[in-house]
Protein backbone atom coordinates (compact mmCIF):
# COMPACT_ATOMS: atom_id res chain seq x y z
CA UNK A 1 0.00 0.00 0.00
CA UNK A 2 2.70 2.62 0.47
CA UNK A 3 4.70 1.75 -2.26
CA UNK A 4 1.44 2.00 -4.22
CA UNK A 5 0.79 6.13 -3.38
CA UNK A 6 4.59 6.21 -4.30
CA UNK A 7 5.34 8.02 -7.83
CA UNK A 8 5.57 5.59 -10.69
CA UNK A 9 9.70 5.13 -10.27
CA UNK A 10 10.50 4.48 -6.87
CA UNK A 11 13.16 2.91 -4.65
CA UNK A 12 12.39 -0.18 -3.67
CA UNK A 13 14.92 -0.51 0.08
CA UNK A 14 16.56 -3.60 -0.55
CA UNK A 15 16.22 -6.13 2.33
CA UNK A 16 19.45 -7.94 2.65
CA UNK A 17 18.66 -9.40 5.90
CA UNK A 18 16.04 -11.42 4.49
CA UNK A 19 17.64 -12.09 0.74
CA UNK A 20 20.83 -13.19 2.17
CA UNK A 21 21.68 -13.79 -1.43
CA UNK A 22 20.55 -10.76 -2.89
CA UNK A 23 24.26 -9.32 -2.88
CA UNK A 24 25.57 -8.60 -6.41
CA UNK A 25 28.71 -11.27 -6.91
CA UNK A 26 30.58 -8.48 -8.85
CA UNK A 27 31.19 -5.79 -5.82
CA UNK A 28 32.44 -3.87 -8.54
CA UNK A 29 29.41 -3.28 -10.20
CA UNK A 30 26.32 -0.77 -8.66
CA UNK A 31 23.14 -2.13 -8.29
CA UNK A 32 20.49 -0.28 -9.65
CA UNK A 33 17.41 0.18 -7.27
CA UNK A 34 15.14 2.36 -8.91
CA UNK A 35 12.31 0.09 -9.77
CA UNK A 36 8.50 0.39 -10.90
CA UNK A 37 5.57 0.16 -8.63
CA UNK A 38 4.72 -3.07 -7.90
CA UNK A 39 1.78 -4.20 -10.03
CA UNK A 40 -1.79 -4.56 -8.25
CA UNK A 41 -3.00 -7.76 -9.94
CA UNK A 42 -1.09 -10.49 -12.35
CA UNK A 43 -3.92 -8.58 -15.15
CA UNK A 44 -2.50 -5.63 -14.15
CA UNK A 45 1.31 -6.82 -14.64
CA UNK A 46 0.05 -8.29 -18.13
CA UNK A 47 -1.67 -4.67 -19.21
CA UNK A 48 1.61 -3.23 -18.95
CA UNK A 49 4.14 -2.55 -21.19
CA UNK A 50 5.42 -6.57 -19.96
CA UNK A 51 3.62 -8.68 -22.74
CA UNK A 52 6.57 -11.41 -21.93
CA UNK A 53 6.03 -11.05 -18.52
CA UNK A 54 5.42 -14.74 -17.54
CA UNK A 55 7.21 -16.31 -19.94
CA UNK A 56 7.99 -20.02 -19.46
CA UNK A 57 11.75 -18.33 -19.65
CA UNK A 58 11.06 -16.52 -16.78
CA UNK A 59 9.18 -19.06 -14.26
CA UNK A 60 10.83 -21.43 -12.27
CA UNK A 61 9.40 -24.07 -9.86
CA UNK A 62 11.16 -24.09 -6.49
CA UNK A 63 11.33 -26.55 -3.54
CA UNK A 64 12.58 -25.51 -0.17
CA UNK A 65 12.61 -25.06 3.43
CA UNK A 66 11.83 -21.17 4.72
CA UNK A 67 14.81 -20.08 7.04
CA UNK A 68 13.30 -16.80 7.67
CA UNK A 69 10.55 -14.69 6.70
CA UNK A 70 8.93 -11.35 7.21
CA UNK A 71 5.86 -9.58 6.74
CA UNK A 72 5.94 -6.20 5.67
CA UNK A 73 2.10 -5.37 5.34
CA UNK A 74 -0.97 -6.50 3.93
CA UNK A 75 0.13 -7.59 1.11
CA UNK A 76 3.97 -7.56 0.56
CA UNK A 77 6.28 -9.89 2.24
CA UNK A 78 9.43 -12.04 2.23
CA UNK A 79 11.01 -15.24 2.84
CA UNK A 80 14.56 -16.80 2.41
CA UNK A 81 14.55 -20.17 1.39
CA UNK A 82 16.88 -23.01 2.03
CA UNK A 83 16.79 -24.49 -2.24
CA UNK A 84 16.27 -28.16 -2.39
CA UNK A 85 15.32 -28.88 -5.92
CA UNK A 86 14.10 -26.60 -8.86
CA UNK A 87 12.39 -27.04 -12.33
CA UNK A 88 12.13 -25.08 -15.13
CA UNK A 89 9.85 -25.07 -18.28
CA UNK A 90 9.66 -28.45 -19.82
CA UNK A 91 12.26 -29.66 -17.62
CA UNK A 92 12.14 -32.43 -14.70
CA UNK A 93 13.03 -31.23 -10.91
CA UNK A 94 16.65 -31.25 -10.66
CA UNK A 95 18.22 -31.41 -7.10
CA UNK A 96 21.80 -30.44 -8.00
CA UNK A 97 22.32 -26.65 -7.79
CA UNK A 98 20.78 -24.05 -9.78
CA UNK A 99 21.62 -23.31 -13.43
CA UNK A 100 23.52 -19.76 -13.72
CA UNK A 101 22.09 -19.31 -17.22
CA UNK A 102 18.63 -18.86 -15.79
CA UNK A 103 19.22 -15.90 -14.21
CA UNK A 104 21.88 -14.65 -16.02
CA UNK A 105 19.23 -14.72 -19.07
CA UNK A 106 16.24 -13.31 -17.58
CA UNK A 107 17.72 -9.53 -16.81
CA UNK A 108 15.12 -7.17 -18.02
CA UNK A 109 17.18 -4.38 -19.21
CA UNK A 110 21.07 -4.26 -18.94
CA UNK A 111 22.01 -2.43 -15.71
CA UNK A 112 18.99 -3.12 -13.89
CA UNK A 113 18.93 -6.64 -12.96
CA UNK A 114 22.31 -7.41 -13.72
CA UNK A 115 24.04 -9.27 -11.14
CA UNK A 116 20.86 -9.36 -8.67
CA UNK A 117 18.97 -12.29 -9.82
CA UNK A 118 22.17 -14.23 -10.91
CA UNK A 119 23.14 -13.87 -7.19
CA UNK A 120 19.51 -15.26 -6.37
CA UNK A 121 19.57 -18.46 -8.49
CA UNK A 122 23.00 -19.13 -9.66
CA UNK A 123 25.26 -21.95 -8.65
CA UNK A 124 26.63 -20.26 -5.77
CA UNK A 125 23.08 -19.24 -4.09
CA UNK A 126 21.77 -22.42 -1.70
CA UNK A 127 19.54 -19.80 -0.32
CA UNK A 128 16.91 -17.24 -1.97
CA UNK A 129 15.26 -14.55 -0.78
CA UNK A 130 11.64 -14.61 -2.03
CA UNK A 131 8.72 -11.64 -2.45
CA UNK A 132 5.47 -12.77 -1.84
CA UNK A 133 2.97 -9.66 -3.23
CA UNK A 134 -0.53 -10.18 -2.81
CA UNK A 135 -1.88 -9.14 -5.87
CA UNK A 136 0.47 -11.20 -7.93
CA UNK A 137 -0.45 -14.60 -5.86
CA UNK A 138 -2.91 -17.33 -7.11
CA UNK A 139 -4.05 -18.65 -3.98
CA UNK A 140 -7.21 -20.65 -6.23
CA UNK A 141 -5.26 -22.23 -9.02
CA UNK A 142 -7.06 -19.82 -11.28
CA UNK A 143 -4.23 -19.80 -13.84
CA UNK A 144 -2.63 -23.16 -13.25
CA UNK A 145 -3.82 -24.08 -16.36
CA UNK A 146 -2.74 -21.25 -18.19
CA UNK A 147 0.58 -20.56 -16.32
CA UNK A 148 2.08 -23.93 -16.65
CA UNK A 149 0.33 -25.67 -19.49
CA UNK A 150 3.74 -26.60 -21.22
CA UNK A 151 5.05 -27.72 -18.26
CA UNK A 152 6.08 -31.55 -18.79
CA UNK A 153 5.77 -32.29 -14.48
CA UNK A 154 3.14 -33.03 -12.50
CA UNK A 155 2.85 -31.33 -9.23
CA UNK A 156 1.32 -32.41 -6.10
CA UNK A 157 -2.43 -32.37 -6.57
CA UNK A 158 -3.61 -33.20 -3.23
CA UNK A 159 -2.07 -29.73 -1.26
CA UNK A 160 -4.02 -26.30 -2.13
CA UNK A 161 -2.64 -23.25 -2.83
CA UNK A 162 -2.15 -21.05 -0.21
CA UNK A 163 -3.21 -17.77 0.06
CA UNK A 164 -0.51 -14.60 0.64
CA UNK A 165 1.40 -15.53 3.62
CA UNK A 166 -0.04 -12.60 5.74
CA UNK A 167 1.36 -13.42 9.24
CA UNK A 168 4.27 -15.11 10.50
CA UNK A 169 2.66 -18.08 11.45
CA UNK A 170 1.37 -18.83 8.04
CA UNK A 171 5.04 -19.44 6.93
CA UNK A 172 7.00 -21.26 9.97
CA UNK A 173 10.59 -21.43 9.68
CA UNK A 174 11.24 -25.04 8.86
CA UNK A 175 8.16 -25.09 6.76
CA UNK A 176 8.63 -27.16 3.55
CA UNK A 177 7.54 -25.13 0.39
CA UNK A 178 7.06 -25.33 -3.58
CA UNK A 179 6.82 -22.48 -5.17
CA UNK A 180 5.77 -21.13 -8.87
CA UNK A 181 8.05 -17.92 -9.08
CA UNK A 182 8.54 -15.80 -11.88
CA UNK A 183 11.81 -13.31 -12.43
CA UNK A 184 10.21 -9.31 -12.17
CA UNK A 185 13.63 -7.35 -11.76
CA UNK A 186 11.77 -4.33 -12.44
CA UNK A 187 9.71 -4.90 -9.50
CA UNK A 188 11.51 -6.81 -7.24
CA UNK A 189 15.41 -8.23 -7.03
CA UNK A 190 14.01 -11.50 -5.60
CA UNK A 191 12.21 -14.44 -7.53
CA UNK A 192 8.39 -12.76 -7.19
CA UNK A 193 5.54 -16.20 -5.99
CA UNK A 194 2.84 -16.69 -8.30
CA UNK A 195 1.43 -19.41 -6.46
CA UNK A 196 3.04 -21.91 -3.33
CA UNK A 197 1.88 -24.31 -1.13
CA UNK A 198 3.18 -26.37 1.73
CA UNK A 199 4.68 -29.91 1.30
CA UNK A 200 3.65 -31.79 4.35
CA UNK A 201 6.28 -34.26 5.89
CA UNK A 202 5.32 -38.06 5.26
CA UNK A 203 2.66 -38.78 8.29
CA UNK A 204 3.93 -41.10 10.81
CA UNK A 205 3.57 -44.99 10.42
CA UNK A 206 0.93 -46.34 12.71
CA UNK A 207 -2.60 -45.14 13.92
CA UNK A 208 -3.47 -41.67 13.55
CA UNK A 209 -3.29 -39.95 16.87
CA UNK A 210 -7.03 -40.17 18.65
CA UNK A 211 -9.25 -37.21 18.28
CA UNK A 212 -9.46 -34.64 20.17
CA UNK A 213 -5.59 -35.12 20.59
CA UNK A 214 -3.03 -33.56 23.72
CA UNK A 215 0.38 -32.41 22.61
CA UNK A 216 3.45 -31.88 24.99
CA UNK A 217 4.55 -28.20 25.07
CA UNK A 218 8.07 -28.70 26.12
CA UNK A 219 8.58 -30.84 23.21
CA UNK A 220 7.16 -28.12 21.01
CA UNK A 221 9.36 -25.73 21.84
CA UNK A 222 12.47 -27.75 22.08
CA UNK A 223 11.93 -28.49 18.80
CA UNK A 224 11.30 -24.71 17.65
CA UNK A 225 14.19 -23.77 18.96
CA UNK A 226 16.36 -26.36 17.65
CA UNK A 227 15.07 -25.32 14.27
CA UNK A 228 15.38 -21.62 15.10
CA UNK A 229 19.00 -21.94 15.98
CA UNK A 230 20.08 -24.03 12.89
CA UNK A 231 18.07 -21.56 10.11
CA UNK A 232 20.08 -18.45 12.18
CA UNK A 233 23.41 -20.43 11.95
CA UNK A 234 22.51 -21.25 8.08
CA UNK A 235 21.77 -17.51 7.17
CA UNK A 236 25.13 -16.56 9.06
CA UNK A 237 27.19 -18.66 6.64
CA UNK A 238 24.87 -17.58 3.58
CA UNK A 239 25.50 -14.02 4.59
CA UNK A 240 29.66 -15.10 4.97
CA UNK A 241 29.65 -14.22 8.19
CA UNK A 242 27.76 -11.05 8.37
CA UNK A 243 25.69 -10.69 11.20
CA UNK A 244 22.24 -9.44 11.25
CA UNK A 245 20.57 -5.99 12.30
CA UNK A 246 19.79 -6.33 15.84
CA UNK A 247 15.94 -5.49 15.33
CA UNK A 248 15.71 -4.66 18.83
CA UNK A 249 17.94 -2.50 18.70
CA UNK A 250 16.88 -0.86 15.55
CA UNK A 251 13.91 -0.42 16.86
CA UNK A 252 15.24 2.05 19.38
CA UNK A 253 15.10 0.02 22.47
CA UNK A 254 18.02 -1.99 24.42
CA UNK A 255 18.88 -5.52 23.41
CA UNK A 256 20.09 -8.08 25.96
CA UNK A 257 23.62 -8.48 27.07
CA UNK A 258 25.60 -10.95 24.73
CA UNK A 259 23.36 -9.89 21.74
CA UNK A 260 25.46 -11.36 18.64
CA UNK A 261 23.66 -9.19 16.17
CA UNK A 262 25.34 -6.21 14.49
CA UNK A 263 24.25 -2.78 16.24
CA UNK A 264 25.29 -0.62 13.05
CA UNK A 265 23.73 0.21 10.30
CA UNK A 266 24.87 -0.87 7.30
CA UNK A 267 24.01 1.85 4.46
CA UNK A 268 21.34 4.49 4.02
CA UNK A 269 18.85 1.87 2.61
CA UNK A 270 19.29 -0.07 5.84
CA UNK A 271 18.91 3.65 7.41
CA UNK A 272 15.66 4.46 5.50
CA UNK A 273 13.96 1.15 6.36
CA UNK A 274 15.31 1.11 10.01
CA UNK A 275 13.14 4.85 9.65
CA UNK A 276 10.10 3.57 7.87
CA UNK A 277 9.31 0.61 10.25
CA UNK A 278 9.35 3.27 13.11
CA UNK A 279 7.59 5.12 11.73
CA UNK A 280 5.00 2.74 10.85
CA UNK A 281 5.46 1.23 14.66
CA UNK A 282 4.21 4.74 15.94
CA UNK A 283 0.91 4.74 13.53
CA UNK A 284 -0.24 0.68 14.96
CA UNK A 285 0.80 2.33 18.00
CA UNK A 286 -1.55 5.29 17.72
CA UNK A 287 -4.07 2.83 16.30
CA UNK A 288 -3.73 0.65 19.88
CA UNK A 289 -4.21 3.38 21.82
CA UNK A 290 -7.34 3.82 20.06
CA UNK A 291 -8.90 0.15 20.37
CA UNK A 292 -7.91 0.65 24.11
CA UNK A 293 -9.92 3.70 24.46
CA UNK A 294 -12.84 2.13 22.78
CA UNK A 295 -12.61 -0.98 24.80
CA UNK A 296 -12.39 0.89 27.93
CA UNK A 297 -15.55 3.36 27.58
CA UNK A 298 -17.71 -0.01 26.89
CA UNK A 299 -20.92 -0.01 29.08
CA UNK A 300 -20.86 -2.21 32.02
CA UNK A 301 -20.32 -1.60 35.72
CA UNK A 302 -16.45 -0.03 35.00
CA UNK A 303 -16.01 0.23 39.36
CA UNK A 304 -13.17 -2.07 39.06
CA UNK A 305 -12.10 -0.99 35.86
CA UNK A 306 -11.93 2.59 36.52
CA UNK A 307 -9.72 1.67 40.04
CA UNK A 308 -6.66 3.87 39.84
CA UNK A 309 -4.43 0.90 41.34
CA UNK A 310 -4.99 -2.23 39.04
CA UNK A 311 -3.42 -5.41 39.75
CA UNK A 312 -0.95 -6.95 37.42
CA UNK A 313 -1.52 -9.10 34.96
CA UNK A 314 -0.03 -12.14 36.31
CA UNK A 315 -2.54 -11.68 39.45
CA UNK A 316 -5.87 -12.45 36.74
CA UNK A 317 -6.71 -16.10 37.71
CA UNK A 318 -7.10 -14.92 41.69
CA UNK A 319 -9.21 -11.55 40.61
CA UNK A 320 -11.32 -13.53 37.93
CA UNK A 321 -11.80 -16.51 40.77
CA UNK A 322 -12.65 -13.64 43.21
CA UNK A 323 -15.49 -12.05 40.68
CA UNK A 324 -16.91 -15.98 39.38
CA UNK A 325 -17.58 -16.19 43.33
CA UNK A 326 -19.02 -13.04 44.15
CA UNK A 327 -21.25 -13.01 41.53
CA UNK A 328 -22.26 -16.87 41.17
CA UNK A 329 -21.47 -17.58 44.27
CA UNK A 330 -19.60 -20.75 45.81
CA UNK A 331 -22.81 -23.31 45.76
CA UNK A 332 -23.73 -22.30 42.08
CA UNK A 333 -20.10 -22.87 41.21
CA UNK A 334 -20.07 -26.34 43.36
CA UNK A 335 -23.17 -27.34 41.47
CA UNK A 336 -23.12 -30.77 39.71
CA UNK A 337 -19.87 -31.27 37.88
CA UNK A 338 -19.07 -27.71 38.58
CA UNK A 339 -16.78 -25.32 36.78
CA UNK A 340 -15.34 -26.31 33.13
CA UNK A 341 -12.30 -24.40 32.95
CA UNK A 342 -11.84 -23.63 29.29
CA UNK A 343 -8.26 -23.10 27.90
CA UNK A 344 -6.96 -22.75 31.25
CA UNK A 345 -3.28 -23.17 30.29
CA UNK A 346 -1.34 -24.23 33.64
CA UNK A 347 -4.31 -23.99 35.78
CA UNK A 348 -4.39 -21.11 38.15
CA UNK A 349 -7.58 -20.49 37.77
CA UNK A 350 -8.66 -24.03 38.25
CA UNK A 351 -6.37 -24.20 41.50
CA UNK A 352 -7.24 -20.88 42.70
CA UNK A 353 -11.15 -22.09 42.71
CA UNK A 354 -10.49 -25.51 43.67
CA UNK A 355 -8.35 -25.39 46.14
CA UNK A 356 -8.80 -22.05 47.86
CA UNK A 357 -12.57 -22.41 47.82
CA UNK A 358 -13.09 -25.76 47.32
CA UNK A 359 -15.45 -24.97 43.66
CA UNK A 360 -14.85 -28.47 41.91
CA UNK A 361 -13.38 -27.50 38.66
CA UNK A 362 -12.34 -29.57 35.51
CA UNK A 363 -9.62 -27.52 33.40
CA UNK A 364 -10.07 -28.21 29.60
CA UNK A 365 -7.30 -27.91 27.67
CA UNK A 366 -4.99 -29.73 24.65
CA UNK A 367 -1.55 -28.03 25.78
CA UNK A 368 -0.03 -30.33 28.68
CA UNK A 369 2.31 -27.93 30.71
CA UNK A 370 5.35 -30.30 32.64
CA UNK A 371 3.76 -33.46 31.27
CA UNK A 372 0.50 -32.70 33.13
CA UNK A 373 2.31 -32.71 36.42
CA UNK A 374 0.95 -29.71 38.86
CA UNK A 375 4.61 -27.42 40.14
CA UNK A 376 5.67 -29.38 42.77
CA UNK A 377 4.53 -26.70 45.80
CA UNK A 378 1.26 -27.17 44.43
CA UNK A 379 1.57 -31.22 44.83
CA UNK A 380 2.76 -30.46 48.47
CA UNK A 381 -0.01 -28.49 49.41
CA UNK A 382 -2.32 -31.17 48.13
CA UNK A 383 -0.66 -33.86 49.82
CA UNK A 384 -0.60 -31.98 53.14
CA UNK A 385 -4.23 -30.96 52.61
CA UNK A 386 -5.68 -34.07 51.64
CA UNK A 387 -7.65 -32.75 48.56
CA UNK A 388 -7.25 -33.80 45.01
CA UNK A 389 -6.87 -30.83 43.30
CA UNK A 390 -8.80 -30.23 40.05
CA UNK A 391 -9.02 -33.17 36.39
CA UNK A 392 -7.71 -32.10 33.33
CA UNK A 393 -9.65 -33.07 29.96
CA UNK A 394 -6.35 -32.62 27.76
CA UNK A 395 -8.70 -32.15 24.54
CA UNK A 396 -9.40 -29.44 22.64
CA UNK A 397 -12.99 -27.90 23.58
CA UNK A 398 -14.94 -27.77 20.30
CA UNK A 399 -18.24 -29.65 19.05
CA UNK A 400 -16.36 -32.63 18.15
CA UNK A 401 -15.74 -33.34 21.76
CA UNK A 402 -17.96 -31.56 23.71
CA UNK A 403 -21.10 -30.69 20.83
CA UNK A 404 -23.83 -33.17 21.67
CA UNK A 405 -24.60 -35.81 24.80
CA UNK A 406 -23.42 -38.12 22.07
CA UNK A 407 -19.32 -36.62 21.98
CA UNK A 408 -16.96 -37.97 24.09
CA UNK A 409 -17.10 -34.88 26.68
CA UNK A 410 -20.66 -33.87 25.55
CA UNK A 411 -21.73 -34.76 29.35
CA UNK A 412 -19.28 -32.89 30.96
CA UNK A 413 -20.34 -29.84 29.61
CA UNK A 414 -23.89 -30.27 30.27
CA UNK A 415 -23.45 -31.15 34.17
CA UNK A 416 -20.92 -28.27 34.37
CA UNK A 417 -22.62 -25.27 36.71
CA UNK A 418 -20.68 -22.59 34.52
CA UNK A 419 -18.18 -22.67 31.55
CA UNK A 420 -15.51 -19.94 31.93
CA UNK A 421 -12.50 -18.73 29.96
CA UNK A 422 -10.14 -16.63 31.15
CA UNK A 423 -7.94 -15.51 27.65
CA UNK A 424 -9.04 -18.58 25.53
CA UNK A 425 -7.66 -17.90 22.66
CA UNK A 426 -9.22 -19.74 19.76
CA UNK A 427 -11.63 -21.45 22.23
CA UNK A 428 -13.48 -18.29 23.01
CA UNK A 429 -16.49 -18.26 20.46
CA UNK A 430 -16.80 -21.82 21.39
CA UNK A 431 -17.49 -21.59 24.78
CA UNK A 432 -20.09 -18.96 24.18
CA UNK A 433 -21.95 -21.12 21.06
CA UNK A 434 -21.55 -24.29 22.99
CA UNK A 435 -22.44 -23.31 26.27
CA UNK A 436 -25.85 -21.22 25.15
CA UNK A 437 -26.59 -24.69 23.51
CA UNK A 438 -26.22 -26.44 26.41
CA UNK A 439 -28.21 -24.15 28.11
CA UNK A 440 -25.12 -23.48 30.76
CA UNK A 441 -23.81 -20.23 31.74
CA UNK A 442 -20.82 -18.91 31.21
CA UNK A 443 -18.08 -16.33 31.86
CA UNK A 444 -15.30 -15.34 29.54
CA UNK A 445 -12.56 -12.65 29.45
CA UNK A 446 -11.68 -12.62 25.46
CA UNK A 447 -8.03 -11.42 24.57
CA UNK A 448 -7.10 -12.24 20.66
CA UNK A 449 -9.50 -12.51 17.35
CA UNK A 450 -7.46 -14.75 15.41
CA UNK A 451 -8.91 -12.72 12.41
CA UNK A 452 -7.18 -15.32 10.08
CA UNK A 453 -8.73 -18.35 11.53
CA UNK A 454 -12.51 -17.41 11.71
CA UNK A 455 -12.39 -15.15 8.66
CA UNK A 456 -15.97 -15.53 8.27
CA UNK A 457 -17.13 -13.37 11.54
CA UNK A 458 -19.24 -10.32 10.85
CA UNK A 459 -20.78 -8.11 12.72
CA UNK A 460 -23.30 -7.63 10.40
CA UNK A 461 -22.82 -7.91 6.09
CA UNK A 462 -19.42 -6.96 4.50
CA UNK A 463 -18.54 -5.54 8.13
CA UNK A 464 -15.99 -8.48 9.24
CA UNK A 465 -14.77 -9.18 12.63
CA UNK A 466 -11.14 -8.02 12.88
CA UNK A 467 -10.80 -5.90 16.27
CA UNK A 468 -11.31 -6.52 20.11
CA UNK A 469 -13.87 -4.23 20.26
CA UNK A 470 -15.32 -6.19 17.34
CA UNK A 471 -15.32 -8.99 18.61
CA UNK A 472 -16.57 -8.17 21.97
CA UNK A 473 -19.48 -6.74 19.78
CA UNK A 474 -20.23 -9.55 17.76
CA UNK A 475 -20.45 -12.25 20.70
CA UNK A 476 -22.95 -10.09 22.95
CA UNK A 477 -24.83 -10.24 19.88
CA UNK A 478 -25.65 -14.42 20.25
CA UNK A 479 -27.77 -13.57 22.81
CA UNK A 480 -29.25 -10.46 24.66
CA UNK A 481 -28.84 -11.60 28.43
CA UNK A 482 -25.15 -11.30 27.99
CA UNK A 483 -23.97 -8.90 29.82
CA UNK A 484 -20.18 -7.64 30.44
CA UNK A 485 -18.08 -5.80 33.46
CA UNK A 486 -14.48 -5.63 34.13
CA UNK A 487 -12.05 -7.04 36.21
CA UNK A 488 -9.26 -5.24 38.39
CA UNK A 489 -6.15 -6.43 36.51
CA UNK A 490 -4.41 -4.80 33.92
CA UNK A 491 -4.87 -5.58 30.21
CA UNK A 492 -7.76 -7.87 28.59
CA UNK A 493 -10.01 -7.36 31.53
CA UNK A 494 -13.65 -7.40 30.31
CA UNK A 495 -15.95 -9.79 31.07
CA UNK A 496 -18.95 -11.44 28.94
CA UNK A 497 -21.11 -13.13 31.07
CA UNK A 498 -24.43 -15.16 31.21
CA UNK A 499 -25.48 -14.29 34.98
C1 LIG B 1 -3.44 -17.38 26.32
S1 LIG B 1 -3.48 -18.99 26.97
C2 LIG B 1 -4.42 -18.63 28.41
C3 LIG B 1 -4.16 -19.59 29.50
C4 LIG B 1 -4.82 -19.23 30.82
N1 LIG B 1 -6.24 -19.17 30.72
C5 LIG B 1 -4.27 -17.93 31.34
O1 LIG B 1 -5.00 -16.95 31.42
O2 LIG B 1 -3.09 -17.91 31.67
C6 LIG B 1 -4.61 -19.76 25.89
C7 LIG B 1 -4.78 -21.23 26.08
O3 LIG B 1 -5.85 -21.62 25.24
C8 LIG B 1 -5.64 -22.98 24.89
N2 LIG B 1 -6.55 -23.28 23.79
C9 LIG B 1 -6.56 -22.76 22.55
N3 LIG B 1 -7.59 -23.30 21.84
C10 LIG B 1 -8.24 -24.15 22.66
C11 LIG B 1 -9.36 -24.99 22.50
N4 LIG B 1 -10.06 -25.05 21.37
N5 LIG B 1 -9.76 -25.71 23.54
C12 LIG B 1 -9.09 -25.65 24.72
N6 LIG B 1 -8.01 -24.88 24.92
C13 LIG B 1 -7.59 -24.15 23.90
C14 LIG B 1 -4.16 -23.01 24.59
O4 LIG B 1 -3.65 -24.33 24.66
C15 LIG B 1 -3.61 -22.11 25.69
O5 LIG B 1 -3.21 -22.86 26.80
Excluded at 150 to 157: A, D, F, I, Y
Excluded at 447 to 473: D, I, K, M
Aim: aromatic share 6%; charged share 25%.
Amino acid sequence: QRQQQQPHTTTIITSSELSPAMESPDKSEPVNHERRILPASRAELLAGDLPEALADGRRLWIRGTVLSRRVLSRSLAFASVRLEAHSEAGMPWQTEKLHSKWGASQQHDGAEARGELQAHLSEAAAVCGLCFCAGLLDADGDFEATDEASWWHVVCQETAWAAFPGRKGDLPIGTLLEASVASLPMYRPEPMVLRWRRLEEAAPPGDPPPVPSAFNMARHHAARDAINRSAKQELLKARGGQATLCRVWSAGRECCDGCECRHVLASPIEDARVADIKSMREESRAAAALERSLYDEASGDVSAHRSEAKAEKTQRAELFAAWLLETYGADALGAGGGVLDVAGGRGDLSWALSTGHEVPCTLVDPALRRDGQLRSWQRRALRKSGREGFRHVAAEFGPEAFGSPATPYGPLLLSASLVVGLHPDQATEAIVDLALAAGVRFAVVPCCVFTHLFPSRELEPGQPVRSLNQFCAYLRLKDSRIRETFLGFEGRNKVLYLP
